[in-house]
C-alpha cells in the first residue's frame, strides 16, 4: 500500500517568515495530493489541493508542488502570521472512484508574533 | 450550506459500554469515510461507505466495531463493549456524488474517552 512520510514533524517561525512542509509517497499511482490544517479540538480543513497533471498551484499565501518523478509535493506558506498556527496534514492516494486517501503525520507549526 | 456534522462532540463510556458515533454528510454528499486519529498521529482510515453500502471496511477491526449508512438519516459508526485503547478521536468525511469524488470534507470529530 501506499507510504506517505511528512517532515518536519515541528516547524517553528517567526510571523511574516516562510515555511515550507514536504511530503513523499511511494504508489506511483498516486494521483490526488490534498493538504489539510488542524486547529486544535477541531477536525482537518483541507486548503489546498492538486493533481498530477499539473506541478504547481497557488491560493493566495498558499502553494503547493508536485513532482511525480521524484514522489514528493511540497505546502509552501509565504508571509505567516499567527494564525497560521496549526497541525497540517498531507494525503495521498489512487484518484477515482474508491479514494482511500493515506495520510502523513503531520507538521506542527507554530509561528511567533 | 451546513458543512459535515458529527455528533456527539464528546463522549464518554466506561469499559465494556457500547458508544454511537453519528454522521450527517454535506448536502449532495453520499459518501463518507470514518477515520480515527490518535494524539499526535496522522488520520488512520477505518471504512468507506455509501448509501445502504459498505464500499471498504479494511481499515476497521474485525471485532466489536461497525459502521451503517441507512437510506435515511446519519451515518453511524458503533464500538461496542469498548476498552481503553478505542480512546481517540474520530472523524468522518464526506465526498460529492458526482465531480471530485475523491475530494473529502471534514467533520468536527467526536472525541470519545473510555474511562
Same mark, same amino acid.
Given at each position: 500500500?501506499?507510504?506517505?512520510?511528512?517532515?518536519?514533524?515541528?516547524?517553528? %517561525?517567526? +510571523?511574516?517568515?516562510?515555511?515550507? *512542509?514536504?511530503? @513523499?509517497?511511494?504508489?506511483? &499511482?498516486?494521483?490526488?495530493?490534498?493538504?489539510?490544517?488542524?486547529?486544535?479540538?477541531?477536525?482537518?480543513?483541507?486548503?489546498?489541493?492538486?493533481?498530477?497533471? %499539473?506541478? +504547481?498551484?497557488?491560493?493566495?499565501? *498558499?502553494?503547493? @508542488?508536485?513532482?511525480?518523478? &521524484?514522489?514528493?509535493?511540497?505546502?509552501?506558506?509565504?508571509?505567516?502570521?499567527?494564525?497560521?498556527?496549526?497541525?497540517?496534514?498531507?494525503?495521498?492516494?489512487?484518484?477515482?472512484?474508491?479514494?482511500?486517501?493515506?495520510?502523513?503525520?503531520?507538521?506542527?507549526?507554530?509561528?511567533?508574533? | 450550506?451546513?458543512?459535515?456534522?458529527?455528533?456527539?462532540?464528546?463522549?464518554?463510556?466506561?469499559?465494556?459500554?457500547?458508544?454511537?458515533?453519528?454522521?450527517?454528510?454535506?448536502?449532495?454528499?453520499?459518501?463518507?469515510?470514518?477515520?480515527?486519529?490518535?494524539?499526535?498521529?496522522?488520520?488512520?482510515?477505518?471504512?468507506?461507505?455509501?448509501?445502504?453500502?459498505?464500499?471498504?471496511?479494511?481499515?476497521?477491526?474485525?471485532?466489536?466495531?461497525?459502521?451503517?449508512?441507512?437510506?435515511?438519516?446519519?451515518?453511524?459508526?458503533?464500538?461496542?463493549?469498548?476498552?481503553?485503547?478505542?480512546?481517540?478521536?474520530?472523524?468522518?468525511?464526506?465526498?460529492?456524488?458526482?465531480?471530485?469524488?475523491?475530494?473529502?470534507?471534514?467533520?468536527?470529530?467526536?472525541?470519545?474517552?473510555?474511562?
Amino acid at each position: 500500500g501506499e507510504n506517505v512520510e511528512q517532515h518536519p514533524s515541528t516547524l517553528s %517561525v517567526q +510571523e511574516g517568515d516562510s515555511a515550507v *512542509i514536504k511530503c @513523499t509517497y511511494s504508489d506511483s &499511482a498516486s494521483n490526488y495530493f490534498p493538504w489539510y490544517k488542524q486547529e486544535l479540538g477541531k477536525g482537518p480543513q483541507l486548503i489546498i489541493d492538486i493533481r498530477s497533471n %499539473v506541478g +504547481e498551484k497557488k491560493d493566495q499565501r *498558499i502553494a503547493v @508542488t508536485l513532482n511525480k518523478t &521524484a514522489k514528493h509535493f511540497s505546502l509552501h506558506i509565504t508571509e505567516t502570521q499567527p494564525e497560521d498556527s496549526a497541525v497540517y496534514f498531507c494525503a495521498t492516494g489512487p484518484s477515482g472512484g474508491s479514494y482511500i486517501p493515506t495520510f502523513g503525520r503531520g507538521t506542527s507549526l507554530i509561528v511567533h508574533p | 450550506n451546513a458543512g459535515v456534522m458529527q455528533n456527539p462532540r464528546h463522549l464518554v463510556r466506561r469499559r465494556g459500554q457500547e458508544a454511537r458515533l453519528r454522521c450527517s454528510p454535506m448536502k449532495g454528499h453520499s459518501h463518507v469515510y470514518w477515520y480515527r486519529q490518535l494524539p499526535e498521529e496522522g488520520l488512520k482510515f477505518m471504512v468507506y461507505l455509501q448509501k445502504e453500502n459498505i464500499i471498504d471496511e479494511s481499515g476497521m477491526p474485525k471485532e466489536r466495531f461497525s459502521a451503517e449508512f441507512p437510506k435515511e438519516g446519519p451515518s453511524i459508526l458503533r464500538i461496542q463493549q469498548v476498552v481503553r485503547g478505542d480512546s481517540a478521536a474520530y472523524f468522518c468525511a464526506s465526498s460529492p456524488e458526482t465531480g471530485q469524488l475523491d475530494t473529502q470534507y471534514f467533520g468536527p470529530g467526536t472525541r470519545l474517552t473510555v474511562l
